[in-house]
């Protein structure tokens, strides 16, 4: 399978539909490429027409931003929104809630007009129209899911629904953990705690996160995010959980079970 | 006497008016200490904002009970306001009972609402005493209301109680005085709820009776009075300016941080001097260091704040044990807002007082903890937002003190150098795409 980048697609003259924006964590986290892997392999199957933008794709600035350096952030956003406007980028999709939310809600007042999707809603409206295919029996047929909600999805975007929806064909029994939706707890992630020490406390974020995803008693925990399934699989480790459950992306799920 | 009540009353109601005015223009130019930089389009999503948050109460349903209870207080003030109409019309004119020769019959059926809804009030209220001071709730026994705070809110509700029992005594009275058809004292019929306390007041002598009616009366209306002159002290503001604040809140995308106009000039200048006009003066300060250098909105939602807890109750930081609390930050927002007041108010201009909201009020160490996950947004009944502050005040931290943690500083190298918050090559950002 063949990944094509924004430079070689113009160069043989042809435009993709979708850009993806794979983001810093699916490009270099070993981790979070599995799951960048997943949804390119998803695309591919459905065949979409799609490209990335390579060595020319930055950081979009959001660790940046949020912890308060406005200047980094301003020049890796008109960097960004340089590129892509060079290509004349119309739709981007991303399996990054951080890269979606910084693209789509503060890209425009900076010159970058695109209509940015969240690979949770593309995989939905996928389903929707019939074009996702699942093997017969299903990999996680029966299985216990717990969806964790990301907060740059799900507060700071009200989408709730799609990633919900996309489970729903798994056919397993979906249970939701004490606090969801709009109550969601946050993995600990956001805001640049990612890059940083946690700040001294009784206990940390995702152990509290960890705690009520183990009390649901599911074996996969599924994340549409890359900083939440690092934050929520390490707190499962220090829960010793790691044997009985395990954190995918939604994107891996489905491609798991596609026939 | 009959001359001279009117008199009295008005120059109470004046003075308690005037005094108010006084305070209530202090605050807004308190609040208009701050930026206006933000334009607040689209009024009638805006308005559906007032009548979803503020008039409907909707957020407050994510907890039915509770959201009840604080209904009945809330419907009771507003509506056994129009009784107060009455009472202050029968102040002004020395007339009793006013609007009873107009509705005639329907009058004892007003007072009938009004009384089961200040019975209603005062159940609540005693509820609500207990919810803070015997019950473990955690949001409400917590060290952010340590002190004055807490006092604050249980006079709130020992007030309202007075209030709604002067209420009665008065009703009470008034009817045992009927009931011996002591002159002034149209009949009403009965009271539903003071009433009950006719039997032990009719022993009394008429002269005794008066007094109590009257006393119960005049300290209703001055308990009343008083009690508006106390709502800008107190946490209880946000009866007013819990409107305000839910037009004001944000209609975009709640991940969506501010923009920096300047920054982002400065930085486009850069990377293309020739967009740079000859004159442009680089910017002055960068983020919030004092309640100056915040938009007033968040001035506002500082006074609005009712320091319910819902927001640290719902923070991931605040949950875990660590320092930030986005409750306090708002309260250390209002508690600076009231020392720069006061120091405008003694010395017409503000005089530098060494310090600032930043340090002083909030420190390094709560502002870092927090992950903006908008939980406490959310959690809001009126969506105001701490984050806000946080964020504005972070900006300060890094661009006017460079005073971030070592691995930010890591980080924000990495960013610039090699394109990630990592440490790897930009070269190597493909080469998963190689790896299917």
């Given at each position: 399978m063949k990944v094509n980048t924004m430079a070689e697609m113009m160069a043989s003259g042809t435009m993709p539909e979708y850009l993806f924006w794979v983001g810093c964590a699916g490009s270099f986290d070993q981790r979070a490429q599995k799951i960048t892997k997943a949804f390119s392999l998803?695309?591919?199957?459905?065949?979409?027409?799609?490209?990335?933008?390579?060595?020319?794709?930055?950081?979009?600035?959001?660790?940046?931003?949020?912890?308060?350096?406005?200047?980094?952030?301003?020049?890796?956003?008109?960097?960004?929104?340089?590129?892509?406007?060079?290509?004349?980028?119309?739709?981007?999709i991303t399996t990054c809630p951080h890269c979606f939310n910084t693209i789509k809600n503060e890209y425009p007042e900076l010159g970058g007009n695109y209509e940015v999707i969240h690979h949770t809603t593309l995989l939905q409206s996928l389903i929707n129209e019939g074009k996702i295919v699942l093997k017969e029996g299903g990999t996680f047929k029966g299985k216990k899911i717990s969806y964790h909600d990301s907060c740059y999805l799900g507060r700071a975007n009200n989408i709730?629904?799609?990633?919900?929806?996309?489970?729903?064909?798994?056919?397993?029994?979906?249970?939701?953990?004490?606090?969801?939706?709009?109550?969601?707890?946050?993995?600990?992630?956001?805001?640049?705690?990612?890059?940083?020490?946690?700040?001294?406390?009784?206990?940390?974020?995702?152990?509290?996160?960890?705690?009520?995803?183990?009390?649901?008693?599911?074996?996969?925990?599924?994340?549409?995010?890359?900083?939440?399934?690092?934050?929520?699989?390490?707190?499962?480790?220090?829960?010793?959980?790691?044997?009985?459950?395990?954190?995918?992306?939604?994107?891996?799920?489905?491609?798991?079970?596609?026939? | 006497?009959?001359?001279?009540?009117?008199?009295?009353?008005?120059?109470?109601?004046?003075?308690?008016?005037?005094?108010?005015?006084?305070?209530?223009?202090?605050?807004?130019?308190?609040?208009?200490?701050?930026?206006?930089?933000?334009?607040?389009?689209?009024?009638?999503?805006?308005?559906?904002?007032?009548?979803?948050?503020?008039?409907?109460?909707?957020?407050?349903?994510?907890?039915?009970?509770?959201?009840?209870?604080?209904?009945?207080?809330?419907?009771?003030?507003?509506?056994?306001?129009?009784?107060?109409?009455?009472?202050?019309?029968?102040?002004?004119?020395?007339?009793?009972?006013?609007?009873?020769?107009?509705?005639?019959?329907?009058?004892?059926?007003?007072?009938?609402?009004?009384?089961?809804?200040?019975?209603?009030?005062?159940?609540?209220?005693?509820?609500?005493?207990?919810?803070?001071?015997?019950?473990?709730?955690?949001?409400?026994?917590?060290?952010?209301l340590a002190g004055w705070p807490k006092t604050d809110a249980n006079l709130i509700l020992a007030v309202e109680i007075v209030l709604m029992s002067l209420f009665f005594l008065m009703n009470g009275a008034d009817q045992a005085l009927q009931n011996v058809q002591a002159p002034h004292y149209a009949s009403t019929g009965s009271f539903i709820v003071s009433s009950m306390l006719?039997?032990?007041l009719s022993t009394l002598s008429t002269e005794t009776l008066v007094l109590i009616e009257r006393s119960a009366w005049w300290?209703?209306?001055?308990?009343?009075?008083?009690?508006?002159?106390?709502?800008?002290?107190?946490?209880?503001?946000?009866?007013?300016?819990?409107?305000?604040?839910?037009?004001?809140?944000?209609?975009?995308?709640?991940?969506?941080?501010?923009?920096?106009?300047?920054?982002?000039?400065?930085?486009?200048?850069?990377?293309?001097?020739?967009?740079?006009?000859?004159?442009?003066a680089p910017p002055t300060t960068f983020g919030a260091k004092d309640i100056f250098d915040l938009n007033w909105k968040s001035l506002m939602e500082a006074y609005s704040c009712t320091e319910c807890g819902r927001c640290s109750a719902a923070c991931p930081a605040t949950t875990t044990g660590k320092l930030l609390s986005p409750r306090k930050i708002m309260m250390a927002t209002r508690d600076r807002l009231e020392e720069v007041a006061q120091n405008i108010h003694q010395n017409k201009n503000f005089v530098d007082d060494q310090k600032t909201l930043l340090h002083n009020y909030i420190s390094v160490e709560e502002l870092r903890a927090c992950t903006t996950c908008n939980a406490c947004v959310e959690a809001c009944p009126v969506s105001l937002s701490p984050l806000d502050i946080i964020m504005e005040l972070r900006?300060?931290?890094?661009?006017?003190?460079?005073?971030?943690?070592?691995?930010?500083?890591?980080?924000?190298?990495?960013?610039?150098?090699?394109?990630?918050?990592?440490?790897?090559?930009?070269?190597?950002?493909?080469?998963?795409?190689?790896?299917?």
């Open positions: 998803i695309l591919d199957k459905v065949g979409i027409s799609y490209a990335i933008l390579g060595k020319e794709e930055a950081c979009t600035g959001d660790p940046a931003r949020r912890a308060g350096n406005e200047f980094l952030f301003q020049m890796m956003a008109y960097q960004n929104i340089q590129v892509m406007n060079a290509y004349g980028v119309k739709k981007i709730y629904e799609a990633p919900r929806k996309v489970l729903e064909i798994l056919d397993a029994e979906l249970i939701e953990m004490k606090r969801c939706r709009s109550n969601g707890l946050c993995c600990g992630a956001g805001g640049a705690q990612m890059f940083k020490e946690e700040e001294a406390g009784t206990t940390r974020i995702n152990i509290e996160r960890a705690e009520e995803a183990v009390a649901t008693g599911a074996q996969i925990i599924a994340s549409a995010c890359p900083f939440c399934n690092t934050m929520m699989t390490d707190g499962i480790k220090n829960k010793e959980k790691e044997n009985e459950m395990e954190v995918l992306d939604i994107a891996e799920l489905i491609a798991e079970s596609m026939a | 006497m009959e001359m001279i009540a009117p008199l009295i009353f008005l120059a109470l109601l004046g003075t308690a008016g005037f005094l108010f005015y006084k305070k209530a223009t202090l605050i807004k130019k308190t609040i208009f200490l701050g930026k206006s930089e933000i334009q607040y389009n689209e009024p009638i999503r805006r308005w559906k904002q007032v009548l979803l948050l503020a008039f409907g109460q909707k957020k407050m349903f994510k907890n039915p009970l509770v959201a009840f209870l604080h209904l009945i207080i809330y419907a009771g003030f507003i509506i056994i306001n129009l009784e107060v109409l009455e009472i202050i019309i029968d102040g002004i004119t020395g007339k009793h009972r006013v609007f009873l020769p107009f509705i005639g019959s329907y009058y004892s059926l007003f007072i009938n609402v009004f009384e089961v809804l200040a019975f209603g009030v005062t159940v609540v209220c005693v509820i609500f005493l207990v919810r803070r001071n015997i019950l473990y709730i955690k949001r409400l026994a917590s060290n952010d006719v039997p032990s300290l209703h209306i001055i308990g009343i009075l008083a009690f508006l002159n106390y709502l800008p002290y107190s946490k209880h503001l946000h009866i007013i300016l819990a409107f305000p604040a839910a037009y004001y809140s944000a209609l975009e995308p709640a991940g969506k941080m501010k923009n920096m106009p300047s920054v982002q000039n400065e930085v486009l200048y850069a990377m293309d001097p020739s967009k740079a006009p000859t004159d442009a900006r300060s931290l890094i661009m006017e003190e460079s005073n971030a943690p070592s691995e930010w500083n890591n980080t924000f190298s990495n960013i610039e150098n090699n394109f990630a918050p990592w440490k790897f090559s930009p070269e190597d950002r493909e080469n998963w795409a190689k790896e299917i």
